[in-house]
């Protein structure tokens, strides 16, 4: 649904070939007052500057950053807008709110974003999340795939096959067969209290779905907290970005020293971020990442 006629804002006329779409919508419902609405959009606002600041720390020059959304520019900061190569007008979810006669479009508004990226290939991620890398990777792996998602890292049963997709974090090539699967979607929930949470999995299993390319995403692609088998928080590699609240005082410097090293390492949140690393000799070493004092060195141990 891109149209450059919907640009409500644009930094320079460069195209940029992949980049992060995030996006923004007050058209879902559930709003009751203009002091609720105020509030909320307030909320989605912080939460998107904060995510679209660290990303801007890291990205290389390839890496375009687009914002989608479906009320007046003029609500959003100018120092969010600054964050942005491009901001893109959302038209579905802002004429459906009149088209549906009070009722809500739910859900259906944030997928909805998706379609709207000017991007060749997309990695779409909610507010909540947080980089410590250049997503290069993800855009480079979108080469054997039309979709990418991540593992649901909440749930029970991490490792099998057929765990649940976070709808947070979905990286997709711009063309016939990703459109399907996300207006697929849509179709699922518009009309339901449901979110898209437990959607991507049950439309990626339908057999009209068969032909479109899809791969998980290793963990270090999308790192959550592991809530429930801290196990499956082991990772190995350059950990591209972090996703959930409980990630959102993660500063610049704690992704640094969070990719100091690329050995395999469990990282948890107990009322702190904490790391660990998993060595041959089974020394492992505690840091404990705190939005206060950044980083401190708790211990040692054999």
Known sequence: ??????????????????????GISVAGGGVRSREEYGASLRKYLGEVHSSAKLLHHFRASETGMALVIDFDISEVPSTTLALFDVVIFNSFANASVESLKGQSLGWTSKVSALLYTPFEKTLYVDADSRFCADPAPIFEALRAADVLAAKEAREPDYFKLN?????????????????????????????????????????????SMRDVRFRLMPLRFHFQHCRLQHSACAVSGEVVLFHGRVWSGISARMCELVNRSTQTRIIQFQGKIQMRYLKRT??????????????????SRA
Request: hydrophobic share 40%; glycine share 8%.
């Open 282 to 299: 089974d020394h492992h070493t505690l840091y404990t990442l705190d939005p206060e004092q950044q980083i401190d060195k708790i211990y």
């Open 163 to 207: 765990n649940g997709i976070n709808a947070g974090v979905i990286a997709f090539r711009t063309n016939a067969k990703a459109a399907h699967v996300i207006y697929r979607v849509m179709r699922e929930i518009l009309g339901t209290r449901h979110g898209d949470q437990g959607r991507w999995r049950t439309v990626l299993s339908f057999k």
């Open 1 to 22: 649904l891109f149209d450059p006629k919907l640009i409500l804002h644009e930094k320079s006329n460069r195209n940029h070939e992949f980049g992060v779409l995030m």
